[in-house]
């Protein structure tokens, strides 16, 4: 079957809690410079951040981001999982998310649209019609 999105779900842990929170991670060939990340709140709502896709394929090996979302390898001796640092007028949020699913999830994504080759896919006009029609 083909498809130009990806959809991958895991649980990551919130700010050290030991209860894991249900998360999915996006990814669709129509957008293909950008990944979203939504977190399964208790109320059953889903919030979510969409970023670069060159953000967090960097923070899987180093320190990326410098805006609203930060991802790094794990500080701690534990080199299986990154940390995603999320933060907004609303609050700050640090989740742990396993290095592989993020790996897999990413080598998916590059199966739809090669890395280097996003703007092969991006539809301009779409998005200036998207923009003028606000």
């Known amino acids: ?5 990806i959809h991958q779900t895991q649980f990551v842990l919130l700010n050290e809690s030991t209860t894991p929170v249900l998360s999915r991670l996006s990814f669709h060939a129509g957008e293909p410079f950008a990944v979203t990340v939504a977190f399964r709140t208790e109320r059953g709502r889903w919030i979510e951040w969409t970023f670069a896709r060159e953000l967090l394929a960097t923070g899987l090996t180093e320190p990326s981001g ?5 991802i790094r390898p794990d500080l701690s001796e534990d080199e299986e999982l990154l940390t995603m640092e999320i933060e907004s007028p609303d609050g700050y949020a ?6 592989e699913d993020i790996r897999t999830f990413l080598e998916s994504s590059y199966e739809l649209v090669p890395l280097g080759a996003e703007s ?3 539809d301009v006009d779409r998005l200036i019609e998207e923009i003028s029609n606000v």
């Open 1 to 5: 079957m083909d498809t130009d999105a």
């Open 120 to 122: 092969e896919h991006f």
């Open 94 to 99: 640090s989740f742990e998310l396993e290095r």
């Open 66 to 70: 410098i805006g609203d979302v930060r």
